[in-house]
């Protein structure tokens, strides 16, 4: 770079976090980084009938303008976006839109860029909140809906060993092959598939049409896809099935008795156990509706807050979110091309709740700076600690895995905002609602 360069700036406010910067540099500083460019070039250029060092610039410029001018570009634009960042104070968070002319002889280069900046948040009406808490019983037919659900875990499959037909509860082996428009969808093509006929877990409307079916039965059956759905291409698409029926296994479900009881170390009898669960449900429903009171909280105060995001922190999230769905499909056993392929096409359905996230993450980080909030080291390694514990891990190897996988920021981010919730709670005004909710949350 040739020297320090002169910088007409001006500063155009598009919103609160977004700002266009406009540069006009000089044709002097131009001409004086142009010339810098040629002597460097001119010092190793070998042209021949020319001595190396030697060669005349006019020659040069036959030969190396382009080159020359793409990098004088580069270091103008580069030298005056970082002063004008640093005079003016202006803090990135993502690279810079960039809009450039060329360079003109006797004439100034401009160029503009655009950059997002974070946005300063003072926050607003959150001391005091006015909020309902559900204060949830746990009832007899809670305890008893739990024990049905360890009967179901604890029941066996066997061969059915009469000619009937598929029932709702049996567990169903199944080919099956989907067309839309005749044309085969393999990713809705299946052998040996097993499927728990009245478990709603499959395509709406496929269960149901196998009741009847015998083993060894093949009928065409045809179900709407939903509107949303993770093959966008067949979206809201009716699909053709050929299923062919191979076994049937009924459900036995074991008696609630004292020889239930052999299954559990820790139960000497059945009411022991209905004890374990009666706690169990009550640490569950506890944590259940703390959740719901955090989601009311974080509602109420974006809200009342309103602040432009920088869409680069909404990118950011909402590729989080798809890494995050496809590695959970490729765990449940998707192909990974195929896993890949499904969480692109549910780019556009994250956008909102990536925004939601992004905005609730700046304001609560705001609060806590207003009210000097912090989670101390000694906080972190308890957290590390209790972790540990918990996952049955050696400490001192739990926390290099945290530091490896670059966790500790997470981690101490996470329990940021943990505080800072608890904080807002501690200052709300709060009104226990009494309630009392079976197993599936419906109000009885």
């Known amino acids: 770079m040739a020297g320090e360069i002169n910088v007409d700036i001006k500063v155009e406010e598009i919103n609160s976090v977004k700002k266009k910067l406009l540069f006009d540099i000089p044709w002097s500083d131009v001409k004086k980084e142009l010339d810098s460019q040629y002597r460097d070039v001119g010092k190793t250029a070998r042209i021949k009938g020319f001595r190396q060092g030697k060669t005349p610039r006019n020659v040069l410029e036959m030969h190396y303008k382009g080159h020359v001018e793409e990098q004088a570009v580069s270091n103008l634009m580069g030298a005056s976006y970082e002063k004008v960042l640093k005079e003016n104070n202006i803090l990135p968070v993502a690279e810079p839109v960039v809009d450039q002319g060329k360079i003109g002889k006797n004439k100034n280069f401009t160029f503009s860029a655009t950059v997002e900046v974070k946005p300063v948040i003072e926050p607003k009406d959150y001391l005091g909140l006015e909020l309902e808490r559900d204060e949830v019983a746990v009832t007899d037919e809670n305890v008893q809906a739990r024990l049905e659900d360890l009967r179901n875990v604890h029941s066996t499959l066997e061969n059915l060993d009469s000619d009937r037909g598929v029932i709702e509860g049996d567990f169903v082996h199944v080919d099956f092959a989907g067309k839309h428009e005749d044309k085969p969808v393999k990713e809705l093509t299946q052998e040996n598939y097993l499927i728990e006929i009245g478990s709603g877990r499959f395509l709406p409307g496929f269960e149901e049409q196998l009741t009847g079916m015998k083993t060894g ?70 944590i259940d509706v703390n959740t719901d009171l955090n989601k009311r909280i974080v509602d109420v105060l974006l809200e009342k807050n309103e602040f432009d995001i920088p869409s680069a922190f909404v990118e950011r999230q909402i590729f989080s979110m798809m890494m995050d769905t496809q590695r959970r499909m490729v765990m449940g056993g998707a192909d990974p091309e195929s896993a890949a392929e499904a969480s692109l096409n549910l780019r556009d359905r994250f956008k909102e709740e990536a925004e939601k996230i992004v905005k609730f993450s700046l304001l609560f980080d705001s609060i806590a700076g207003k009210e000097s909030i912090i989670v101390s080291e000694e906080e972190i390694e308890e957290k590390i600690r209790e972790i540990a514990v918990r996952q049955g891990q050696d400490y001192e190897s739990f926390r290099k895995s945290c530091e490896d996988n670059n966790i500790m920021e997470e981690m101490k981010t996470e329990m940021l905002r943990e505080k800072t919730l608890d904080f807002i709670k501690e200052k709300a005004k709060i009104t226990l609602t009494k309630k009392a909710v079976d197993e599936n949350s419906e109000e009885k």
């Open 217 to 286: 039965g093949s009928k065409e059956i045809a179900v709407r896809i939903p509107d949303k759905y993770y093959l966008k291409e067949i979206e809201g698409k009716e699909i053709s099935f050929s299923v062919t029926v191979k076994d049937i296994k009924k459900k036995v479900l074991p008696e609630l008795n004292e020889d239930f009881i052999k299954n559990f170390e820790k139960y000497e009898s059945l009411n022991d156990l209905k004890q374990d669960i009666r706690r169990s449900l009550e640490e569950e429903k506890g």
